[in-house]
């Protein structure tokens, strides 16, 4: 008998459609898959078994009463937690949101609930999306499917290894520095960090509202644009939402499978991202050099392309990042959502009662960013650090016009290293923050980027990502390039990354529904 759990969304959706499988089995054997594994893994922060079941249900019902049902429907789906969920609570990683119950959806969870997927629950992530490794939790690390003593990226590093764990087959992530294509990177698995704009952010809890994108996480690129599908769109809900009509990503994906989709494609290599610099590990530089030879094969033409500012991305990332987070996160203020912490001594007064709340309810590195944040911004030195960042950013946008002048698509690894051990980098801030060198440029000049599988390395075993990325707009080039790439890779290893990954212990280590 077919593993549900293993198989894809596509797959799991025609079995579905032509009545070979009930949703309600299909969300059984994910939510048993959970039970199984997530003790070890802890992926999710709440698992909704009793509701996905009903919702499951309903949707094997209406499918016998002959309505009509989009794509993906009954499809289990993972939600990242940054993501408001009026039947969930919503923590986004952080005490300080312990236990609350949102009133409303986010629209991608609307939209999610409009096309019958099945959510299955929250998925864990770094405080407020701050973070590459998901250590940054409240709630403590999620570990990575291929090896559990390491980091499943971040901050969506529980979304992406649900989804290699194959306890989901789908989640959604957000992305504001690449919490979507480095976890993917170094968990196996598929992530797309769309257009800014082109996904509704209404009830993403905000961090760094001009970065910040949501996007679709899967196994497959065929997947992440069945998923990307039902979340785009403009949403009135969010003003910086984009009046576009977006063509079908999967139709893209589909294109990218016929033969000679990769003949005459102006692939561009950054230069200064190419796994030359410092930090890169030597088996990532390999793959990737592995992977333009295929590409040239298969008639790409591959060009070298300088973007010389892209070397001040991270540096312009943690100015910009902060001074907006320090602002957003000012709505934590103990009066309108969660905690509530009484000073421990002295007066009970509005300030200090707001002082003890954010003193007791957010973490270390939520706490760095918003003095950060504040600094930056503050009279005197917002010149200097903030207005200096955004000419920075500028000259990243300007630099992306340029190579998209030559080339239809830019590649570089979408991280520079394999996944490192729990507690390697935690004390270490720049080491952790160069996880992301690679990813903030896209985020900058909010261009689309795609993060798929690229190979094992060779020196640890372990995945390794490749990073495409288009112009504005133009995410359905993304998808037909990425699944040309996806197959092309395949072929040449004969068989998928992600059957290479071992097999986790089972043993009943959590309960199916609730908190963890
Ligand atoms: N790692 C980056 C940061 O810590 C990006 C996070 C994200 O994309 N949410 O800010």
Redesign the pocket.
Known sequence: MTDLTRISAAELSGLLADGSVSSVEATRVHLERIAAVDGDVHAFLHVAAETALATAADVDRRRAAGDRLGPLAGVPVAIKDVLVTADMPTTAGSKILEGWMPPYDATVVRKLRESDLVPLGKTNM?EF????STEHSAYGPTHNPWDLERIPG??GGGSAAAVAAFEAPLALG??????IR?PAAVTGSVGFKPTYGGVSRYGAIA?ASSLDQVGPVARTVMDTALLHDVIAGHDQMDATSLATDWPSMAAAATAGLADGALKGVRVGVIQELAGNADGFQAGVKQRFDETLALLSAAGAEVIGVSCPNFEYSIAAYYLI?PAEASSNLARFDSVRFGLRENPADGPITSERVMSATRGAGFGPEVKRRIILGTYALSAGYYDAYYGSAQKVRTLIQRDFQAAFEKVDVLVSPSAPTTAFKIGEKIDDLLAM?I??ITTIPANLAGVPGLGLPMGLAPEDGLPTGLQLMAPAMQDARLYTLGAAIEQLLEASWGHTLISQAPELRTGNTRSAEGNN
């Open positions: 770094d999306a701050m973070g590459s971040g901050s957000s992305d504001t520095g690449g919490s480095q961090m990042h923050y996880n992301d």
